[in-house]
């Protein structure tokens, strides 16, 4: 069974930091792309980052420079490193396996950015 666990989110100040977390199991982590796509209140979703089998990546504009993704193939863990996060940060944060479309995704991780 494919499961896709996402954590690390939580309240932060604007401008803090988080690094948010998906540990996955039942399939073969290191031959899969795996994107982080979020949901902002009342808004539809939104494609932040994805990260390739070859460990390429790429980034919306909203948050490049400031996101970062990474995954470690040993322990089956997708990263998102989080700097420098506004108030229009907020949202429910989802792991998914691949790009363009996605076929699994985990239960999501709540961050919210405000003073």
């Known amino acids: 069974e494919v499961q896709l666990v996402e954590s690390g989110g939580g309240l932060v100040q604007p401008g803090g930091s988080l690094r948010l977390s998906c540990a996955t199991s039942?399939?073969?982590?290191?031959?899969?792309?795996m994107s982080w796509v979020r949901q902002a209140p009342e808004k539809g979703l939104e494609w932040i980052s994805v990260?390739?089998?070859?460990?390429?990546?790429n980034y919306a504009d909203s948050v490049k420079g400031r996101f970062t993704i990474s995954r470690d193939n040993a322990k089956n863990t997708l990263y998102l490193q989080m700097n420098s996060l506004k108030p229009e940060d907020t949202a429910v944060y989802y792991c998914a396996r691949g790009i363009p479309s996605y076929d699994y995704w985990g239960q999501g991780t709540q961050v919210t950015v405000s003073s």
């Open positions: 039942g399939f073969t982590f290191s031959g899969y792309a």
């Open positions: 990260i390739n089998n070859d460990h390429s990546t």
